[in-house]
């Protein structure tokens, strides 16, 4: 519940947006992964398929299948150029907002079958 929160009070949400979209991630030690996002948490892990690690003159290093990042090993996220920023952000969020109604719904549920 508490990460759904900081998703939608940051803008981590742009991040989950590009969930399915191929991505260059800037890393702290001056090299870049691209690659297709396939997941982001609130702590901005993220698992990325088909990357490719270069180094800061862009030679190729290795290539990955699957690769996991820790989100403090990020120094910036380049948005891709056919992604509309407020939108994504609007959609997103719309899509944690109904996620969290649902939950308060299931919640609502099992209180009141306790209760009976």
């Given amino acids: 519940m508490k990460e759904r929160a900081k998703s939608a009070k940051t803008l981590i949400c742009l991040l989950q947006s590009l969930i399915g979209h191929k991505t260059r991630i800037d890393l702290r030690n001056d090299c870049h992964l691209v690659g297709v996002i396939s997941s ?3 702590f901005m892990n993220t698992e990325l398929t088909h990357c490719h690690l270069r180094d800061h003159d ?3 290093i290795q290539s990955f299948d699957y690769y996991f990042l820790k989100g403090s090993r990020i120094r910036m996220v380049h948005i891709p150029e056919d992604i509309d920023i407020i939108k994504n952000i609007e959609n997103q969020l719309t899509v944690i907002q109904s996620r969290r109604k649902g939950v308060q719904r299931s919640t609502q549920r099992s209180t009141q ?3 009976e």
């Fill in 113 to 115: 079958s306790t209760n």
């Fill in 40 to 42: 982001v948490d609130s």
């Fill in 58 to 60: 862009h030679q190729l």
